[in-house]
């Protein structure tokens, strides 16, 4: 396995077929966060994680994303500032559901929020291609915390788009959140879900 950090200019093959990957993807799938349990990655597999991530293209080098991890007891902290959201917009709601927000990240041994941070590029990339890198971070993080033996998924909640955690979570103006993974250990199989028909979504373009 080799997993280091290519060098600044060093010779990378041109292409590199790897049936293996290919059986990785036809079989990848999401593990709903309710099945997810201890262990998560530790600090050396995180940092492997984090780096393969951010490893998608970016047109001009902008990396017009940043990432922000909750573990341990930061993930009780944050579920404060949600448990308060969201007592405060649905104030007749029992304290079963203010309690089930407030242990939200506790969910999994660990959330990472990824921060689709768009650099202002006039007459250069686009916003749109910026904000597509960010959900490119977003599925690499899917599948290195999967080829890592982790199980992972890819949520938004409604605390992706409140303003109030957007501040409690110190996002600049120009920044949302592209999704929060939620990376843990499952042992439990997983069944398939309906996938589309490709077919059907393929148009041959002809004059
Ligand atoms: C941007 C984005 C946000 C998502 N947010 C949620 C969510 O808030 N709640 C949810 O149940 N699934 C959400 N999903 C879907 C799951 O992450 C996942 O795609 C699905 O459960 C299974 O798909 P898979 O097994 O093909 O990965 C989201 C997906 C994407 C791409």
């Given at each position: ?28 799938r ?41 573990q341990?007891?930061?993930r009780?902290?944050?579920?404060e ?5 969201f ?21 999994a ?6 921060v ?22 977003c ?18 909640e ?6 109030e ?43």
């Amino acid at each position: 396995m080799k997993t280091d950090a290519p060098l600044k200019n060093d010779c990378l093959d041109a292409v590199q077929a790897s049936p293996e990957v290919l059986s990785f993807l036809s079989q990848r799938r999401s593990t709903l966060v309710k099945l997810m349990q201890n262990p998560g990655p530790n600090e050396h597999e995180l940092a492997l994680i984090l780096r393969l991530s951010a490893r998608v293209p970016d047109h001009r080098k902008l990396s017009p994303w940043r990432f922000i991890v909750f573990q341990g007891q930061a993930r009780a902290d944050f579920g404060e500032h949600l448990a308060k959201k969201f007592a405060c917009d649905c104030p007749d709601v029992e304290d079963a559901r203010v309690d089930f927000e407030r242990e939200r990240f506790l969910r999994a041994p660990l959330v990472v929020g990824v921060v689709s941070s768009p650099v202002d590029c006039p007459r250069g990339t686009p916003k749109w291609e910026q904000e597509l890198s960010a959900g490119a971070v977003c599925m690499n993080m899917l599948l290195a915390a999967r080829a890592s033996g982790f199980a992972a998924q890819w949520l938004t909640e409604w605390y992706a788009f409140d303003p109030e955690i957007e501040r409690a979570l110190d996002l600049a103006a120009s920044e949302r959140m592209a999704g929060f993974i939620y990376i843990g250990s499952c042992v439990e199989p997983l069944t398939e879900r309906a996938r589309p028909e490709v077919e059907k979504i393929i148009k041959y373009w002809s004059k």
